[in-house]
């Protein structure tokens, strides 16, 4: 997905008048636009777990650490026990990782962990780098494990790409949600995980995000629309903001008076407020918005700097320092089977849920 070329956002006309201005059919990793970098789409359907925290299933058929197929609809990615993603690397960019169902046990490089989902997000500013782990424990040993989440990968400007590496939580029962209904009694949710809405103000992102610059006019909401039900999203501030709205759930929606199905990205016009309305499901969209950065990106791998050069410093840094080193025996640790939703940050302060 690319930026609307100059005529599709100039001056109205009869035609431009449709608040659609593009589309695109989703896969797993949803296609952005600046100052986003991609959306990773993960739903998995774990079965009960074995009571270490990995599925009671077999893995025959399976490519064990590199598994993405989707076999039987879930995932070991590039877990050889429990699924997840073992320790990796990150610098230049951020990651924000809303969990919508089930849990993921996070460590990093700086010594902190945490176990957060059921409707948390984390926000990770890399920075000049770190290393970390993201698990998916099966604590359910009767039941299905069901995993749904997105990772938003935030690009940060020049001037902090390796700031310090810092993470927020955001737990679900801080996170504003804003409830519309229409006059007919059907109802609207939205969940603000960033930019203000309808004086709803979001929570911090990390200091040294581009969300913490008011500039940014940037935007991270859920919406939940029940059938038939209409609501309006206002105007953005910023005349080159862009907005995106991704439906991934029910049997799609209208944008004015344009269809767009499930399992579709649209750029919409945020010049102006655009009224959605619901199909014959629940529906559900992300909604990601910002004003773009517009700076130049270099990225290979889990590096995303501004030249080729930088990510050439990236990999001579990582090789030489590890970032801080890894300070877990295992690496892809987790917090065990009975452990709480908590937050233990690298300076020693915890947070339980």
Not at 253 to 258: E, F, L, Q, R, S
Not at 295 to 301: K, M
């Amino acid at each position: 997905m690319s930026t609307p070329d100059e005529e599709t956002t100039g001056p109205a006309t009869a035609i431009e008048a449709d608040p659609v201005l593009q589309e695109v059919a989703l896969g797993t990793q949803w296609p952005t636009i600046d100052p986003f970098l991609f959306c990773a789409h993960h739903l998995d359907h774990y079965p009960e777990g074995d009571g270490d925290l990995g599925p009671a299933a077999t893995f025959e058929g399976r490519e064990i650490g590199q598994d993405f197929a989707g076999k039987d609809g879930w995932n070991m990615y590039h877990g050889d026990h429990v699924p997840g993603f073992p320790q990796h690397p990150h610098r230049g960019f951020e990651t924000v990782t809303v969990v919508r169902q089930g849990l993921i046990d996070h460590s990093d490089s700086l010594g902190a962990t945490a176990r957060f989902g059921r409707g948390d997000a984390q926000w990770l500013t890399a920075g000049a780098g770190v290393v970390h782990s993201e698990m998916f424990p099966l604590v359910d040993a009767e039941g299905p494990n069901p995993l749904h989440l997105f990772q938003i990968w935030l690009n940060l400007p020049a001037a902090d790409k390796l700031v310090d590496p810092y993470f927020t939580m955001l737990w679900s029962e801080d996170i504003p949600k804003v409830v519309r209904t229409d006059d007919r009694g059907r109802t609207t949710t939205v969940t603000v995980y960033a930019g203000a809405l309808e004086g709803a103000a979001p929570l911090a992102p990390p200091p040294n995000s581009w969300a913490a610059r008011p500039e940014s006019d940037l935007a991270i909401w859920h919406l939940e629309i029940e059938p038939d039900a209409t609501s309006t999203l206002p105007a953005a501030a910023g005349a080159d903001t862009v907005r995106v709205l991704y439906v991934f759930d029910g049997d799609g929606i209208t944008v004015g008076d344009h269809p767009v199905g499930n399992g579709t990205g649209a750029v919409v016009r945020c010049d102006a407020p655009v009224t959605i309305t619901g199909g014959g499901q629940t529906a559900a969209v992300l909604v990601l918005q910002g004003r773009p950065i517009g700076e130049p990106v270099a990225r290979y791998g889990p590096f995303v700097m501004n030249t080729e050069q930088e990510i050439r410093q990236a990999f001579d840094d990582y090789n030489r320092t590890q970032f801080g080193g890894w300070p877990w025996d295992d690496d892809a640790p987790n917090h065990g089977p009975v452990q709480g939703r908590f937050a233990k940050h690298a300076d020693g302060r915890i947070e339980e849920r």
